[in-house]
């Protein structure tokens, strides 16, 4: 009964951290940086790619961002700065914003 009791405490515990650390994941934040092309001025991708540069910390813009591929036409050429308003996620190691609105300064 005691090692039962042990198990079911070990296995609430784990849980609760997953689940603090999925809360952390996918939380709506404000990037302020430089909206630029991870291709023509970061290179850092064989393809066009729109991304904001915070400090030294780039998020990559997820497909379904809103106006993504508008969004790349204004910035592939020059970087702009601008805020970004989305959820910012992590995967394969890069930092992925779905951005919900693109403003230029």
Same mark, same amino acid.
């Not at 009791?5 to 940086?33: D, I, M, R």
């Given at each position: 009964?005691?090692? #039962?009791?042990? $198990?079911?405490?070990?296995? #609430? $515990? ?6 603090? #650390?999925?809360?952390? !994941?996918?939380? !709506? !934040? ?8 991870? *291709? ?13 540069? $915070?400090?030294?910390?780039? @998020?990559?813009?997820? *497909?379904?961002?809103?106006? @993504? *591929? ?7 050429? !020059? ?11 992590? *995967? ?6 779905? #951005? ?6």
């Amino acid at each position: 009964m005691k090692i #039962a009791f042990k $198990v079911g405490v070990s296995l #609430a $515990v784990v849980l609760g951290f997953l689940v603090l #650390a999925q809360a952390e !994941e996918g939380k !709506e !934040e404000k990037l302020k940086g430089t909206i630029t092309c991870a *291709k023509c001025d970061l290179k850092l991708a064989t393809a066009c790619h729109t991304v904001v540069k $915070v400090k030294d910390t780039v @998020y990559w813009f997820d *497909k379904g961002s809103k106006d @993504y *591929k508008g969004t790349h036409k204004q910035i592939c050429t !020059e970087s702009k700065q601008g805020t970004v308003t989305g959820t910012v996620t992590t *995967k394969d190691g890069k930092k992925w914003v779905k #951005a919900t609105d693109v403003k230029f300064d």
